[in-house]
């Protein structure tokens, strides 16, 4: 392997491993939430793709979830990686108010994980 594709995947590794390491959804979020969230978004936006169909499929059914979940994650891959460079671009300013984060679930890997989705916000 080429040393710069070997150092491209360790960057991509090392990312992956301290979001993953250090993301609680318990606590309040501050400036270095929003940049893991923005690097995770950026690094694994691929995986809107099966969460949708996960998703979509534990609530409508695998038929919906194999079509209308895989046509929502399809449209949401771009987005997750867009709002991950909006993140990591922008975590030193609150500009949502406490650090929240602008997409549900939180990180990527949230359609997998139910104690990684962000609490939902009240209705008013």
């Not at 194999?66 to 990686?81: D, I, L, S």
Request: glycine content about 12%.
């Amino acid at each position: 392997m080429k040393p710069a594709r070997t150092f491209g995947w360790s960057i991509v590794c090392g990312i992956a491993v301290l979001t993953m390491s250090m993301t609680s959804p318990s606590h309040a979020y501050d400036m270095g939430d929003k940049a893991l969230r923005g690097a995770a978004g950026m690094v694994f936006f691929f995986l809107e793709l099966p969460g949708n169909m996960v998703e979509v499929g534990n609530k409508e059914g695998a038929l919906m979830g194999w079509t209308k979940g895989f046509a929502q994650g399809f449209v949401k891959m771009p987005f997750r990686g867009l709002v991950g460079v909006y993140e990591l671009f922008t975590f030193p300013f609150d500009i949502k108010p406490g650090y929240e984060p602008v997409m549900e679930p939180e990180y990527p890997w949230g359609y997998f994980c139910a104690s990684d989705k962000a609490p939902a916000a009240p209705k008013k």
